[in-house]
T-cell receptor
Framework: GENVEQHPSTLSVQEGDSAVIKCTYS??????FPWYKQELGKGPQLIID?????GEKKDQRIAVTLNKTAKHFSLHITETQPEDSAVYFC?????????????FGKGTKLSVKP | NAGVTQTPKFQVLKTGQSMTLQCAQD?????MYWYRQDPGMGLRLIYY???????DKGEVPNGYNVSRLNKREFSLRLESAAPSQTSVYFC???????????????FGEGSRLTVL
């Protein structure tokens, strides 16, 4: 089935700097790549997603890029703020019945220091 | 505007005890899911229900059972709890599940379960 690798597992940046989180996937048929943000004590929440017919998508300070040939996609956060501190999960669509719709990466804990 | 509601939020069990986690959504979604989250392991799918009346095993179904009570409610039952089931459990819903359906997942706030 689909497998998603996510790096780094932890990331610490200074406020105002950029943060980049990278994911690779194994199934070339995957066509949907969402990113979820999980704040402390909360459930994950979708922040941005990209489909395989698009190479880049931007929403204010966050952007996602997709390289289908290399099977990797990345989340970019610019001008980071303390409220960006959270755990971020990438995911990829799966054709495997037991994986439901999505297979998730293991998460990146982002800390933004004031 | 509740979204996905899970109960209880916290529970401590002894090995061998049973319990049921309840989940309800008010978004008229067809599909519902149960995930577990463990440190360093991300989100792993336990069971899901693509539509009312159907359930399917996820990646880690052993030791769990589910019931899709109606379109709104999806419960997760631990018949004989084990320490390995200590985890944070998340219920989620989406408009549709299955190959080709790539809609947003809406998560509840989680239920923290400790098995002693």
């Amino acid at each position: 089935g689909e497998n998603v690798e996510q790096h780094p597992s932890t990331l610490s940046v200074q406020e105002g700097d950029s943060a980049v989180i990278k994911c690779t996937y194994s199934d070339s048929a995957s066509n949907y790549f969402p990113w979820y943000k999980q704040e402390l004590g909360k459930g994950p929440q979708l922040i941005i997603d990209i489909r395989s017919n698009v190479g880049e998508k931007k929403d204010q300070r966050i952007a996602v890029t997709l390289n289908k040939t290399a099977k990797h996609f990345s989340l970019h956060i610019t001008e980071t703020q303390p409220e960006d501190s959270a755990v971020y999960f990438c995911a990829a669509s799966s054709r495997v019945r037991s994986q439901g719709n999505l297979i998730f990466g293991k998460g990146t804990k982002l800390s933004v220091k004031p | 505007n509740a979204g996905v509601t899970q109960t209880p939020k916290f529970q401590v069990l002894k090995t061998g005890q049973s319990m049921t986690l309840q989940c309800a959504q008010d978004m008229n979604h067809n599909s519902m899911y149960w995930y577990r989250q463990d440190p360093g392991m991300g989100l792993r799918l336990i069971y899901y229900s693509a539509s009312e009346g159907t359930t399917d095993k996820g990646e880690v179904p052993n030791g769990y059972n589910v019931s899709r009570l109606n379109k709104r409610e999806f419960s997760l039952r631990l018949e004989s709890a084990a320490p390995s089931q200590t985890s944070v459990y998340f219920c989620a819903s989406s408009e549709n599940a299955g190959q080709g359906n790539t809609g947003e997942l809406f998560f509840g706030e989680g239920s923290r379960l400790t098995v002693l």
